[in-house]
């Protein structure tokens, strides 16, 4: 009976203080990972979508709660349109691609694209990443779709999981932007 | 047996090495090393994993009841693996992203738990210690020596960190064709079998 008591004590003891120290520890990095994420996985593919903005999209965002998922929306200025930028994901070859879609909320097209994250095989599916002229088929697309392989996007030749993830997950975004469009624009107004 | 720190380092150098000598850890061992940077840094993980988890094993093993011995080191492991996700997160986001899943799967490397089990558990700290570290290393020297070979054959590079390229056969040999093949799954079993081959041949002389 000793034994078995001192068995539920040190396992207990054992869990509680490793919790405890798991805890703190996520507490105290929360900032600094939500930081490296945007700077590090979104940043850079934002950023290569509106390089020709005249505020910093990274930092003027906002984000609009849906049935408890939380949209992050990216603000960008160009030409005195404004654009927002949001990511999505499509299930591809080697899990989920990261999509961030820019769109052009005044004609309602596509401003650009870009892969966030991805294990796609190298140099077939990850071209969807690294081939630009891949994205830049998406420029301009009307956002209400059809967006989809053949029609009008052409497939990366031998990646075409890779090619179908892009395209749903750009026709997703499009869903997206649909439903959320009147509060969108309601928070686009703070920016403007 | 006689047994010294200096003895229970050195083990883990050559004559222990865990995926050549053990052949334990085998899944990050294949898993991460298409480039050298990524089985440096997987290594590191590793290592820092293995000798929190050896002087915390060590330190608890009279406390310890046998019977309930192994869920007690899966707790100490999984809590310093998750230490170790969460902090790599924050400072080290790229190589992150790059490991991924096999982060976690540190929990169940079979090195971290074997050596818990077979020497933290029976010896003092100071030992438990030198185990670690040796074994960590040892590690973390084959895993570069794997991702080095598969990466130049594969890439016709050498990265020993993020931006640090040590070799670059495309600028010295500009027709050069990366072997992709080795980069992939396939190439990693190939690669480890030569290695195993030549460690094999220079261990039997």
């Known amino acids: 009976m000793g034994e078995m008591i001192k068995m539920v004590v040190v396992l207990t003891i054992l869990s509680s203080l490793s919790g405890g120290v798991l805890a703190y520890v996520k507490e105290n990095t929360k900032e600094q990972i939500e930081m490296q994420v945007l700077q590090l996985v979104k940043g850079p593919a934002i950023k290569s979508i509106f390089k020709d903005a005249t505020n910093d999209p990274v930092a003027d965002r906002f984000s609009i709660e849906e049935n408890g998922t939380q949209h992050d929306f990216f603000v960008a200025k160009i030409d005195g349109k404004t654009m927002v930028a949001f990511e999505t994901a499509g299930k591809g070859y080697g899990g989920d691609v990261g999509l961030v879609v820019g769109i052009d909320t005044t004609e309602d097209k596509v401003y650009g694209v870009g892969v966030t994250t991805h294990s796609e095989t190298a140099g077939l599916g990850s071209k969807a990443k690294d081939d630009p002229k891949f994205a830049a088929q998406f420029a301009g697309v009307d956002i209400k779709g059809p967006i989809e392989v053949g029609n009008p996007i052409n497939a990366l030749s031998g990646a075409t999981i890779t090619s179908d993830a892009v395209c749903s997950a750009a026709a997703e975004a499009g869903e997206i932007y649909a439903r959320l469009k009147p509060q969108i624009e309601e928070q686009l107004q703070a920016f403007k | ?205």
């Open chain 2, 1 to 205: 047996m006689a047994k010294s720190i200096t003895h229970e380092f050195v083990k883990g150098l050559w004559e222990e090495v865990p995926p050549f000598r053990l052949v334990l850890g085998l899944c990050p061992t294949l898993g991460v090393t298409t480039k050298m940077q990524f089985g440096i840094g997987m290594g590191l993980a590793t290592t820092f994993v293995l000798v929190c988890a050896n002087i915390l094993v060590s330190m608890l093993r009279k406390a310890v009841p046998p019977k309930v011995r192994i869920a007690c080191f899966i707790i100490i492991i999984a809590t310093f693996v998750t230490l170790v996700e969460l902090l790599m997160q924050a400072f080290a986001y790229p190589l992150f992203l790059q490991l991924g899943i096999f982060i976690p799967l540190i929990v169940v490397n079979c090195i971290v738990l074997g050596r818990a089990e077979a020497f933290a558990s029976k010896n003092g700290l100071f030992l438990s210690i030198a185990d670690g570290l040796g074994i960590g290393i040892g590690f973390t020297l084959s895993l570069a020596a794997l991702g080095a070979l598969r990466e130049i054959l594969g890439a016709g590079t050498i990265t020993l960190w993020e931006g640090i390229e040590l070799v670059n056969l495309t600028s010295i040999f500009p027709g050069f064709q990366p072997f992709q093949f080795m980069v992939q799954a396939p190439g990693a079993f190939i690669c480890l079998g030569i290695m195993l081959c030549g460690m094999n041949m220079v261990g039997n002389r």
